[in-house]
């Protein structure tokens, strides 16, 4: 594997330079297919983006020996149990503490708790937009005075920039809460 990256490396970054500390150090690599397409990308990173490394509820066991905890077997599909000294628990958990400078997306636009009420106002909103317009939308000349036109639909704005146009692409269906 290192022998098939480096070459990559070499073919496409040819100015760039790796130490050789990095070539002859060991690599641990295990790689695993999660699934196809856009849902299986989404499951996987939600894993990761909405939730902390071990809930309480996993938590069996803790006392000056170590902590017990039970994790899913993926091949069998049963919970099992673990024991881990405080500090490998600890070294563990802490891997999933972001460095400094890095969020978790939650903390971000609408997932920001100052913007709770955009977000579920933008829930209440789900429906289909109307086809698009086009640039200028000149109402047509009524044929006498007294019928009245209605104004034309503006397009939808963005509420950050106030510039661009927001175009819907497609809602991604919720899914159902996981099994416990």
Sequence with gaps: M??????????RCPDLVVPDV???????????AWGQGEQAVLDYLARYVFRVAI??????????????????????????????????FMR??????????????????????THREDAARMLQLQAPPAAPLPETVMPPEPADAEVTTTPPIEPRI???????RLIFIRTLPRRQAMGA
């Excluded at 990095?22 to 695993?32: M, R």
């Excluded at 972001?98 to 971000?108: A, D, E, S, V």
């Design 2 to 11: 290192r022998g098939k990256v480096r070459a990559l490396l070499r073919q």
């Design 22 to 32: 990095i070539w002859h150090t060991d690599w641990i690599a295990h790689l695993t």
């Design 55 to 88: 809930t309480n509820a996993r938590i069996t066991g803790l006392d000056d020996g170590g902590v017990t905890f039970t994790w899913r077997d993926r091949k069998s599909g049963q919970r099992r149990a673990c024991r881990l000294s405080s500090e490998e």
């Design 92 to 113: 563990r958990f802490l891997q999933h503490v972001l460095p400094r400078g890095l969020h978790k997306i939650r903390y971000f636009g609408l997932w920001h708790p």
């Design 158 to 164: 963005c509420p950050h920039c106030h510039q661009g």
